[in-house]
């Protein structure tokens, strides 16, 4: 498998991972105020699943309250 073919992973009911390409652009030094070009990058993307947000969006009564491991 190449690299080339890494550009979408998806984990069922998880999410899905992909690459996101960045052209490049002009910003602004913060100091100083001075032009400064940015490189073009590639930058990893999650998209969460259906699951995985349903489980994130329950309300806080249906979720089990967690076990202290105090003593």
Do not use: T
Not at 3 to 17: A, C, M, N, P, W
Not at 32 to 54: D, M, N, Q, T, W
Not at 60 to 67: N, R
């Amino acid at each position: 498998m190449n690299r080339s073919d890494l550009v979408h992973i998806e984990i069922r009911g998880f999410g899905s991972f992909s690459v996101i390409h960045r052209a490049s652009r002009m910003g602004r030094n913060r100091r100083s105020g001075a032009p400064v070009e940015i490189p073009a990058a590639r930058v990893p993307h999650f998209k969460p699943g259906k699951a995985l947000r349903e489980a994130v969006d329950l309300p806080s009564e249906e979720v089990a309250p967690a076990k202290s491991q105090r003593k």
